[in-house]
């Protein structure tokens, strides 16, 4: 079974950076196309980035686009998702997941499985 596990959540002021980490473990065979979402209280849960593994191809809605960077280390079994520029907007709990199907990326939660557990961002003064 492989396990996603989310860190680097936490309390920052608009403007502001953090690195969010989704570590792999178990059968990481299966660790393949990785998306990121967030999950606002009250809001459904919308994607936030996604990355091809085979091909290294990224996607953003634009809400996050030119503020958010996604990038994987292969060796780590690592996909990191770099925010910056963070709006009180982006609060939320962050999730990472797993394309169902190989070589795929979109920004629909239906698409994955293998959630994590998430970690929390808080943007606020």
């Known amino acids: 079974q492989l396990q996603l596990v989310e860190s680097g959540g936490g309390l920052v002021q608009p403007g502001g950076s953090l690195r969010l980490s989704c570590a792999a473990s178990g059968f990481t065979s299966n660790f393949s196309d990785i998306g990121w979402f967030r999950q606002a209280p009250g809001k459904e849960r919308e994607g936030v980035s996604c990355?091809?593994?085979?091909?290294?191809?990224?996607y953003y809605p634009v809400s996050v686009k030119g503020r958010f960077t996604i990038s994987r280390d292969n060796a780590k079994n690592t996909v990191l998702l770099q925010m910056n520029s963070l709006k009180p907007e982006d609060t939320g709990i962050y999730y990472c997941?797993?394309?169902?199907?190989?070589?795929?990326?979109?920004?629909?939660?239906?698409?994955?499985?293998?959630w994590g557990q998430g970690t929390q961002v808080t943007v606020s003064s």
């Open positions: 990355m091809v593994n085979s091909t290294g191809n990224t």
């Open positions: 997941a797993v394309h169902r199907r190989r070589d795929r990326c979109s920004l629909h939660p239906a698409d994955y499985f293998h």
